[in-house]
């Protein structure tokens, strides 16, 4: 006979996976276009993730960036949190919809200091001319875990999470095929989570909380085992957190490079952000990127990056992807809200 605590994870495993299907509405936009390119491409830890980070030991302060083209993205992007490029034809961007901000408390309560605010969170895919091909809106009305954050794909799934809109709250981590964009949850856990990376190798998931502070680590083999160890809760415990000890900036999307020969294979993942220093009317931004070992969050590299969109905001802000064009390291950055250009520059 199944054991209680078992039977208890199973049901809410099917729970969480039925609450996610019946969110899922996406509206495609080109009938006849896949969401995406058949084969897909290899992910960074099996293709060019050594090749990325032997070139970035050539960057420094003064690396010149050459732009090689800025890609209008059509319609109302949001606010991109994420990108994974699937080949020079395919983006996929996770993306907040706010429909209510969130609002200051004068203290804090359960642990955070705002209101859940309001929104959606969309997985958008563009072809590589900036068109739309599809939308899809992964959370309901009245989820209050609905931002979404960084992604990854290692190859096989998409990589995110969806959390509250304020930190110490709580979220998900999800996969998603590429060529459905349906997303599975895989965990429910006790702070706002970001960035998200598989580890293919180790089949170990690191998520970073608000502002990068901490890192998460989990073994999705031994999750299973986790719930079946409590009948009492429904957040899943990492089996290591991390606290970052850098403070250049706050990492807002990651991709997994793989065990990095050049580091003597720690598994390492390339990350970009920005930091504000100040306050007030003096705040201003720093963008940057970084290589980071994910077990110790220690950045053996990184550098500032000065560029700055149209508009006026850090290139870095937010989504990054990265590939290597004719030996040249090449970065592809969405900073800016709503009507959004796809940044891509390359080392000159």
């Not at 997985?123 to 979404?148: C, K, M, P, Q």
């Not at 705040?283 to 969050?297: N, R």
């Not at 709503?338 to 891509?344: E, G, K, P, S």
Request: charged share 20%; proline share 7%.
């Amino acid at each position: 006979m199944p054991h209680t605590c078992s039977i208890k994870a199973s049901i809410l495993l099917v729970l969480l996976s039925t609450a996610f299907v019946s969110a899922l509405n996406i509206t495609v936009y080109q009938p006849n276009v896949p969401f995406a390119p058949l084969p897909w491409p290899l992910s960074h830890a099996e293709s060019e993730g050594d090749e990325i980070i032997s070139l970035f030991q050539n960057l420094g302060r003064n690396t010149v960036w050459k732009s090689i083209a800025n890609v209008s993205f059509e319609s109302d992007t949001f606010e991109p949190e994420g990108i994974v490029r699937l080949g020079p034809d395919r983006y996929v961007v996770s993306a907040g919809q706010w429909t209510e901000p969130t609002a200051p408390f004068n203290t804090t309560i359960n642990g955070t200091d705002r209101s859940t605010g309001g929104g959606f969170s969309h997985l958008i895919v563009f072809d590589g001319g900036g068109s739309r091909i599809a939308d899809a809106t992964i959370t309901r009305r009245g989820d209050i875990e609905y931002h979404n954050g960084g992604i990854d794909f290692d190859g096989e799934f998409l990589w995110g999470t969806l959390a509250q809109h304020r930190p110490n709250s709580a979220a998900y981590v999800y996969k998603a095929r590429p060529e459905s964009l349906g997303p599975e949850p895989v965990l429910h856990y006790d702070d706002h989570l970001g960035g998200v990376v598989h580890d293919v190798q180790t089949n170990r998931i690191t998520a970073l909380n608000w502002g990068s502070r901490n890192a998460s680590t989990w073994d999705l083999d031994e999750i299973s085992d986790q719930y079946q160890a409590s009948s009492t809760s429904e957040y899943t415990e990492p089996e290591n957190t991390v606290r970052k000890p850098s403070h250049f900036i706050d990492y807002q999307d990651c991709k997994f490079l793989g065990h990095s020969k050049h580091y003597q294979n720690p598994p390492v993942m390339l990350c970009g952000g920005i930091a504000a220093i100040g306050s007030g009317d003096d705040t201003s931004y720093l963008g940057g990127i970084a290589l980071v070992d994910v077990e110790t969050m220690l950045p053996p590299d990184e550098i500032p990056i000065a560029l700055r969109s149209a508009l006026g905001v850090p290139l870095t802000v937010n989504p990054i992807d990265a590939s290597v064009e004719n030996g040249k390291l090449r970065l592809y950055l969405l900073p800016d809200r709503n009507n959004a250009i796809l940044y891509i520059v390359e080392v000159q």
